[in-house]
């Protein structure tokens, strides 16, 4: 992985799409703000991997530039932080002298653990409309890596992506595991344990398929690389789990219809319906039964034959 000064530095170079006037700078602070501030006058093109990058941030500082734009509103440098977390953002253009929006290109230098490097990493790939580490003018990006960063190449650059991407992926996917374990072993206490004043097997039960379900859901979400939704399922499983739990679940009495209303969204979640239990062993003759006293008509297939 590409780093610089220390271990928890990581430096990745990705390519700008677009770029609009959306954002302004407060000069007397240097700080970022919004086209509608009212006492910014000067204009900048962020570009469509740094606003998506800052908007993915919880509760980041006000971004400030260490590096203001001159006569070209997309050449600058930002800083911001989110708790641990510090993010440099360098624009610069290395192709087609700064005149396109594909001209540009952004350096992203992240300091922190590695946890929260490779989480915001993860959601900004998935959430830009195109792969980053590919660039739209390969000779000038060459040229340019090997001015800037002679250590640095295209491959090299791509695998420092998918690094962090996959170190919160393969995360995702041991917290899946985990939570697949946990539902197999409650479901095991579950079944041996019976209700309670202060607990129901029932409701456990109701608990437990909607734990499944919600296992489910994370599975979807991680090959839809959605990380947000996973970490929502997986809060979803464990509440659950913790309810239908016999040794931490406390719940109040229910009543007969409860327990048929809890078994129907059992049913319902699961899909798979359980197989009715037919009592009226006379209504089931009635459908079933033949009646012997009827007459079958026969067809009699011989005679077309032999007129043919």
């Not at 501030?37 to 900048?44: E, L, R, T, V």
């Not at 002298?97 to 230098?109: E, V």
């Not at 206490?189 to 919600?214: C, H, M, Q």
């Not at 009543?255 to 197989?275: A, F, L, M, P, R």
Request: hydrophobic fraction near 35%; aromatic fraction near 6%.
């Amino acid at each position: 992985m590409a780093e610089s000064g220390s271990s928890q530095t990581t430096t990745l170079i990705c390519q700008v799409l677009s770029a609009k006037p959306d954002h302004k700078i407060d000069e007397t602070n240097n700080l970022l703000r919004s086209k509608h501030f009212p006492s910014s006058k000067k204009i900048i093109y962020l570009g469509n991997v740094a606003t998506t990058l800052i908007s993915l941030l919880q509760h980041p500082e006000t971004p400030v530039f260490n590096n203001k734009p001159n006569y070209n509103e997309q050449k600058w440098e930002i800083e911001t932080s989110s708790g641990q977390l510090k993010i440099t953002i360098i624009s610069d253009s290395y192709w087609g002298f700064g005149l396109f929006n594909s001209s540009y290109l952004n350096t992203i230098i992240l300091d922190g653990p590695i946890s929260l490097r490779s989480r915001i990493i993860f959601d900004l790939v998935s959430s830009l409309p195109h792969k980053p580490w590919e660039f739209k003018h390969l000779s000038a990006i060459r040229r340019w890596m090997n001015k800037k960063y002679p250590k640095l190449d295209e491959k090299i650059n791509q695998n420092n992506w998918y690094e962090l991407v996959n170190y919160s992926k393969k995360t995702f996917e041991e917290m899946i595991e985990i939570m697949s374990q946990a539902i197999v072993k409650i479901s095991q206490k579950v079944k041996n344990t019976n209700s309670s004043d202060k607990w129901d097997k029932d409701k456990s039960a109701v608990l437990l398929a909607a734990a499944e379900f919600d296992l489910e859901l994370a599975r979807g979400a991680l090959a839809d690389d959605n990380g947000p939704a996973i970490e929502r399922a997986i809060a979803r499983i464990e509440a659950s789990l913790i309810e239908a739990d016999p040794e931490t679940g406390i719940h109040q009495k229910i009543t007969d219809d409860e327990v048929v209303e809890q078994k129907i969204i059992i049913s319902e979640i699961t899909n798979q319906n359980e197989d009715l239990v037919i009592s009226n062993l006379e209504t089931v003759n009635q459908i079933d039964s033949v009646v012997h006293d009827e007459v079958i008509p026969l067809i009699d297939l011989t005679s077309n034959s032999e007129q043919e």
